[in-house]
Antibody, heavy 123, light 105 residues
Framework: EVQVVESGGGLAQPGRSLRLSCTASGFTFGDYAMSWVRQAPGKGLEWVGLIRGKAYSETTEYATSVKGRFTISRDDSKGTASLQMNSLKTEDTAVYYC??????????????WGQGTLVTVSS | VMTQSPATLSVSPGERATLSCRASQSVISNLAWYQQKPGQAPRLLIYGASTRATGVPDRFSGSGSGTEFTLTISSLRSEDFAIYYCQHFHNWPLSFGGGTKVEIK
């Protein structure tokens, strides 16, 4: 059974950093891209970023809103992905979902989602 | 940019629901649909514009290509009342539509 579990959410002050972790199991982790999607309270879904698997050199893509502030990494030996969030802003407040990315032509859709971890950015 | 309409759709159980998703430029058939219930993570319903994900009932169907897409729920059941999002995966950055809430009429 595929499982995706996020951790590391909490309260952070504007301008500070926070690191989220995602642990996945039930599939060959290295064969899949992993991505982060967030959802501000009462709002819709916003794609944050994605890291491809080793076959694609673990390259990354980011949303414009987080580029240069957020970094995604992965450790295939542990089945984990991480989201390093720096220079946090109040508008980064959201539930962050870790999701498995399935390649389809040039992009990815998301077939397994974690339950999410809440990040609150406030002074 | 992905635009979904209507924002809210009021439907009676057993009726048909038709949800729309429009892309600002062609995404060919690189489109997925997700369902989200309150307090839950989204669930993949459709990918490639029309292919149902594993375990998705056949009352859900997707159609369209280019810039116009439709998710149809043929006969609404109580468990189908939720928010539905479309997502393109044609180029970077990926993006979601704003969602359509399907509520009980």
């Amino acid at each position: 059974e595929v499982q995706v579990v996020e951790s590391g959410g909490g309260l952070a002050q504007p301008g500070r950093s926070l690191r989220l972790s995602c642990t996945a199991s039930g599939f060959t982790f290295g064969d899949y891209a992993m991505s982060w999607v967030r959802q501000a309270p009462g709002k819709g879904l916003e794609w944050v970023g994605l890291i491809r698997g080793k076959a694609y050199s673990e390259t990354t893509e980011y949303a414009t809103s987080v580029k240069g502030r957020f970094t995604i990494s992965r450790d295939d030996s542990k089945g984990t992905a991480s989201l390093q969030m720096n220079s946090l802003k109040t508008e980064d407040t959201a539930v962050y979902y870790c999701v498995r990315g399935v390649p389809d032509r040039i992009g990815y859709f998301f077939d397994y989602w974690g339950q999410g971890t809440l990040v609150t950015v406030s002074s | 940019v992905m635009t979904q309409s209507p924002a809210t759709l009021s439907v009676s159980p057993g009726e048909r629901a038709t949800l729309s998703c429009r892309a600002s430029q062609s995404v060919i058939s690189n489109l997925a649909w997700y369902q989200q219930k309150p307090g839950q993570a989204p669930r993949l319903l459709i990918y490639g514009a029309s292919t149902r994900a594993t375990g998705v009932p056949d009352r859900f169907s997707g159609s369209g290509s280019g810039t116009e897409f439709t998710l149809t729920i043929s006969s609404l059941r109580s468990e189908d009342f939720a928010i539905y999002y479309c997502q393109h995966f044609h180029n970077w950055p990926l993006s979601f539509g704003g969602g359509t809430k399907v509520e009980i009429k």
